[in-house]
């Protein structure tokens, strides 16, 4: 009984922070997996790309990606499928150009990870697809690939000992 009621909550919850947005613009490209965004109506977003987990700025490839990121979405209508919130309080989002997903273009381009953590949250074809393009752009040595690449996590952690060490 007790996990029917934590399901029904689950599912609410998730219900509640489900959001479609269409004819979004970008304000501001924060990094290759992050943006804020303005809807039609004036609301400003702080939106995360769905799927994707892209290099911190200072990190190698950092601003490439948000390059790469900033040139897809610039000048464009977007729409947003955001089925959830994170931790933040971000929109985590499908972002889409013309019904193009700009998380599945980082990924092509070799400038973001699959973020395979949060597969679940995925529909199975968007999993195969992003899984094929991370894989794709690996075997081809693109972006990142081309390198022994660290994970933004990871670096983020080799930078708090790095600090540590230093203090």
Not at 73 to 78: K, M, P, T
Request: glycine residues 8%.
């Amino acid at each position: 009984m007790m996990l029917i009621g934590i399901m029904a909550v689950f599912i609410l919850s998730t219900a509640v922070n489900a959001a479609q947005f269409d004819g979004v613009t970008v304000i501001r490209v924060i990094d290759g997996d992050s943006i804020i965004a303005m809807t039609s109506d004036n609301q400003r977003l702080s939106v995360r790309l769905a799927g994707i987990d892209a290099p911190e700025l200072r990190q190698p490839y950092g601003q490439q990606s948000r390059d790469n990121l900033l040139r897809l979405l610039s000048g464009h209508e977007l729409q947003l499928e955001c089925p959830k919130l994170d931790r933040f309080q971000r929109h985590v989002c499908e972002v889409k150009i013309g019904g193009n997903d700009a998380g599945l273009a980082q990924l092509i381009a070799g400038l973001a990870w699959w973020y395979r953590q949060y597969q679940r949250e995925q529909s199975i074809d968007s999993r195969i697809r992003y899984e094929a393009a991370e894989a794709e752009a690996r075997a081809a040595r693109r972006g990142l690939w081309a390198e022994e690449a660290m994970e933004p996590g990871q670096w983020r952690r080799s930078q708090k000992s790095i600090q540590t060490a230093v203090d």
